[in-house]
């Protein structure tokens, strides 16, 4: 795990990245013409008929409607550019949180074309989706997406797809507290593709799959986590992803523990908050590509 030989931006320890999933309006629904409505909900309730769940679809535009709000309030005032893990459907349904996201200087990552598994593709299927992605928020933002994050699952053509359509990381990875480079098999021989590692441990989707946890308990776990790659960036670089959900954060009750954490982590020297797209783009310059 530890590379002392290349380094983050004017000697950082660590690189923070905050990433905003923006899924409301892409996920599953009757009214979308799916078999059956979103599965995940804050209740827990599965619906086992092929019925339109309004409670649920209200309970993602909450996200929108005001989850939004607070959390680009907390990122401006903090000075935090984050990256948007984005449905492109999502971003074509909120067009004024697209905006904003542009205004701010965010980066728009690509969580798929809408927020359902593409596991199940084949190889034809899968292209087709990952273009009507990217067209999509290119439309929407006025740049294509760098990166992929995947619906839970990816194929195994997936990395090679995303590096044939020009994508430079992904971001389906647990396996790491740092960047690195992964060698792609394609019909013109094995390529690089660098792998910036996500993390679920701290992500607020805790608070859907454990109605106990505390905004308090989330908190103190995150800024452990922080702390402690923290203190391990003395000898190495380290990378910390966080990442929340509009709908998830964005209540009253929870919003708080994001800005506690925003303020906590803004205080400390040599820690680069930034962009998934930079630390690809940092990383790929410090280390080389194998052969």
Sequence with gaps: MSNPSWTWP?????ALSVVVNVEEGAEASIARGDRGPEPVDELGIMLKRPVRNYGNESNY????????????KLLDKHGVRATFTAAAVALEAAPDLTRAIV?????VCSHGYRWVH??????????????????SIKATTGA???GWLSRYLFTANTRRLLLEEGFTYHMDDFSDDQPFWDSVETAQGRKPMVIVPYALDSNDMKFWTD??????AWLKYAIDSFEWLYEEGRDAPRMMSFGVHLRIV?????IGAFDRFLAHVSARPGVWITTRKAIAEHFARQVPAPA
């Design 10 to 14: 004017d000697g950082a320890r660590l």
């Design 103 to 107: 205004a701010g200087g965010h980066e």
């Design 144 to 146: 294509a997406p760098a």
């Design 211 to 216: 109605p106990a946890l505390s905004p308090d």
């Design 61 to 72: 535009q909450y996200g929108i409607k005001a989850g939004a709000p607070r959390v680009m």
């Design 250 to 254: 964005g209540r009253p009750g929870r």
């Design 118 to 135: 593409q596991y199940h593709m084949d190889e034809a299927a899968e292209r087709d989706f990952i273009r009507k992605a990217v067209a």
